[in-house]
Structure formats: structure tokens, C-alpha cells
């Protein structure tokens, strides 16, 4: 039976870096991925260009997760996003901002950054067992025992659970650690899908796939009174619903509002930029400019060409009607859809389908200053197999990353012999 310092569940960016962080401290170290290559969800990140992280403070950072933020803390500021990305350029990988603080390789290749995380593990002399999965485990004298599917057994000091969510079963994050922290004691909160398109009441929506929002706002209201807004950006309307970057990055706080709520109202404000007021008097503008002519024509100027028609049988005005003809009933219909375009928000896709999982191993039972559990001694968590999800943005890459090198860190450390 082989014998290992501390072995790693899960070659993803958190494993990964977990496993590195244990090397560096010169530990003996396996990492045990069930793929036969690393960084397989790595490599779908950022469209395949893997948004690393975000230049954004720390204090934004936290924010982004929500209830879970503070939880977070202690990772974030052991290991920064300046310090991730000082990581990747001391190993010559150049990176470069782009819009809202998101940065990426130069390469634009997750790949290179698969790379830089294979040559480091390397150096440190991890071992690698690839294409290999726990079959069954035994916890006994301070020690894990774990099986793995070609027969062998290796026993480990401590044990790192990176094997991420329940999302994009392709790339194996099946749920296996929700299964062996289960067995372990751990409680986990409900999974559901973060980062997700979302469907609706409407079927109308088949008639817009493909088309792109640009420069709009959207704003989920439930219960009267309570709403969740976005920020300035864009929406794309497919066969089944919406997705686009506004609706992935508010979809993991409308999850769990679905399962209490069967629909959900979402309203597009198509022109952000202008008050009420001031959208009566763009259109009243465009009355004056063209009297003579239909309003379906009229809407060009302010409306995609496929987005006319939907507009306006939901202002219940002829397509074909005059503008000079138009009444002001009418008119405020249309200022009302200009800045209130309703849809009927009935589910998401399968957690499958997500880009992350919203849920995971209880925050209450793991150590946020080491990542240990606090159940099973030697027992660490890292990575999206934690409970709690932010938007876009290289966020939850970064939590990875964090939460990987804090677990390697702790666990490396309390091996003092």
C-alpha cells in the first residue's frame, strides 16, 4: 500500500492548486483526478479563453458571494487575486484586463493556463493518477484509506475534497464529493444551478432566438415589493427563455427563488438611460419626425427589427397604423413596455447545464482560516464543492484558487513530522 503525505481529490483549479501549495511545502503529495486530463471544466471557462479572476478589491469580492462572502474571507486575503495573477506571470504566462476587471491570458487559451498549473506540479513533484476515481474509503488512527478503481490502496495524513459541483457533468463534476463528504458526516445545502439560462411563460421568446439586447437592464420582482436589478448590459433571448450576461449573473439568486416561487417576473428596461418622462418624449420626438408614416416603421429607430412585432401586440396596437393615428392611451402602452417588457420567469435549466453549482458542503461545518472540517480531523474542502456562488467575472475561479492553496496550506502544515 502506497503511503502519501496528503492526497487531492479533483484535478480542477482548486485541486490543482491545493496540490501545488502541499508540494511547495515539500510534502508527498498525489493528486487523484477521475479524467485523464486536468483542468477539464478549466478549459471551458471564459468561452474557452478561462477567465482567471478580477482586479476588483477584496471588499468586492466578498460582496459577490453574498451571505457566504465572509465566509470567504480569510482565503481571499491569504491568497489575492494580486497574488494569483503574480503566480501566473513569475511562470511567464502574460495576462491582460479587460471589461469590468476580468482577466484573462494574452493567449486567450484556458489551455495556457492548464499549462502553467501541469509545470508546477511537476516541479513539485505531485504525483499524478489520472483517469482514477475513489471506489471506497476507511477513516481510522488520524489516516485515510482510500480504494481506487484499478484495485490499489494508498493511505494519506490528510485528504483535500476538490472535486467541484454538479454542473457540466462532461467534464466530471458528477457529485462524487457530495457523496464521500455524506459519508463523512457533512450536511449539504440544497444544489442548484448558478450561472444558468432561464426559462419562461412565454413562447413567443422562439421568435427572438438569437437576438442580443445590448445597453438594457433587467429587474426579477417577486412578493409585491421585493426585486433583484441588474446593472447596465446585455440579454440574449434563445428558444426556451433568456441568458446573456445580465441573467447568468443574477440567475443564482433566482434559483432558489424558484423553488418557493413557481413563476418569477422579469422586466426589461429597454432604454435604462431615460426616465419615464423622457422616453414619452424620445417617441413623441419620432412621432413629429415621421407623422406620415406606420409605427412599425417608426420603431426602427428605437427596436430590433425582430423585436417590433412582439412589442407591439403586447401595447395591443395595429402594426400597420398610422402614427398620426396613434392614440395617447396607446402611447403610454408603449412608454410602459419601453421601460417595463414583461416576461414570466418558470425555471432553469438542470443543474447539469450550469456553469456552477449554488449549494454545496455546509459553511458550518468547515473552518473558514484552514478549510478543514470541522467534523472529520485532516478532512479539507476546496473549491465549488463549498456552498455559495458568485457572478461572472473570474469570481468564483478566484474562490478556487483561494480555497485550494488555504486547504494545501493547512493541510500541509499540520503535518509537522
Not at 476587471?101 to 502553467?116: I, L, Q
Not at 426556451?240 to 443564482?252: E, K, M, N, R
Not at 453549482?357 to 470541522?374: A, D, F, Q, W
Amino acid at each position: 500500500m502506497e503511503k502519501y503525505d496528503i492526497a487531492v481529490i479533483g484535478g480542477g483549479p482548486a485541486g490543482c492548486f491545493a496540490a501545488i501549495r502541499a508540494g511547495q511545502r515539500r510534502k508527498k503529495v498525489i493528486l487523484v483526478e477521475r479524467n485523464q486530463k486536468l483542468g477539464q471544466k478549466l478549459l471551458l471557462t471564459g468561452k474557452g479563453r478561462c477567465n482567471l479572476t478580477n482586479t476588483a478589491s477584496m471588499d468586492v469580492f466578498i460582496d459577490k458571494f453574498g451571505k457566504q462572502g465572509k465566509f470567504l474571507r480569510s482565503a481571499f486575503y491569504d491568497f489575492s487575486n494580486q497574488e494569483l495573477m503574480g503566480f501566473f506571470r513569475a511562470r511567464g504566462l502574460k495576462l491582460k484586463e479587460e471589461r469590468q476587471g476580468r482577466v484573462f491570458p494574452e493567449t486567450d487559451k484556458a489551455s495556457s493556463v492548464v499549462k502553467v498549473l501541469e509545470k508546477a506540479l511537476q516541479k513539485n513533484q505531485v504525483d499524478l493518477c489520472l483517469d482514477c476515481r475513489i471506489t471506497g474509503f476507511t477513516v481510522a488512527n488520524n489516516s485515510f484509506k482510500l480504494k481506487l478503481n484499478g484495485g490499489e490502496h494508498i493511505q494519506v495524513r490528510k485528504l483535500v475534497l476538490a472535486t467541484g459541483g454538479s454542473s457540466y457533468h462532461s467534464t466530471g463534476s458528477s457529485g462524487d464529493g457530495y457523496k464521500l463528504a455524506r459519508k463523512l458526516g457533512h450536511h449539504i445545502t440544497p444544489l442548484l444551478p448558478g450561472l444558468v439560462p432561464l426559462r419562461t411563460k412565454e413562447t413567443w421568446v422562439k421568435d427572438l432566438q438569437g437576438l442580443t439586447l445590448k445597453n438594457i437592464s433587467i429587474v426579477f420582482k417577486w412578493d409585491k415589493k421585493k426585486k433583484i436589478s441588474s446593472e447596465v448590459g446585455e440579454l440574449l433571448f434563445t428558444h426556451f427563455g433568456v441568458s446573456g450576461p445580465l441573467v447568468l449573473d443574477l440567475s443564482h439568486k433566482v434559483s432558489p427563488l424558484l423553488a418557493e416561487h413557481k413563476e418569477i417576473a422579469l422586466n426589461i428596461d429597454l432604454k435604462p438611460g431615460l426616465n419615464p418622462a423622457q422616453t414619452e418624449r424620445r417617441l413623441l420626438r419620432e412621432f413629429e419626425q415621421h407623422g406620415s408614416g406606420k409605427i412599425k416603421n417608426i420603431l426602427k429607430t428605437m427596436l430590433p427589427q425582430s423585436l417590433i412585432e412582439i412589442f407591439l401586440d403586447l401595447a395591443e396596437i395595429d402594426p400597420d397604423k398610422e402614427v398620426s393615428q396613434i392614440s395617447r392611451e396607446e402611447r403610454k402602452r408603449m412608454c410602459d413596455l419601453l421601460k417595463k417588457f414583461p416576461l414570466t420567469v418558470c425555471g432553469t435549466l438542470p443543474l447539469d447545464q450550469a456553469m456552477v453549482t449554488s449549494g454545496g458542503i455546509s459553511l458550518k461545518e468547515v473552518n473558514p482560516r484552514t478549510m478543514e472540517s470541522r467534523l472529520i480531523p485532516g478532512l479539507y474542502f476546496a473549491g465549488e464543492i463549498i456552498d455559495g456562488c458568485a457572478s461572472s467575472g473570474g469570481y468564483n475561479l478566484q474562490q478556487a484558487f483561494s480555497t485550494g492553496f488555504l486547504a494545501g496550506e493547512n493541510a500541509a502544515f499540520e503535518l509537522k513530522a
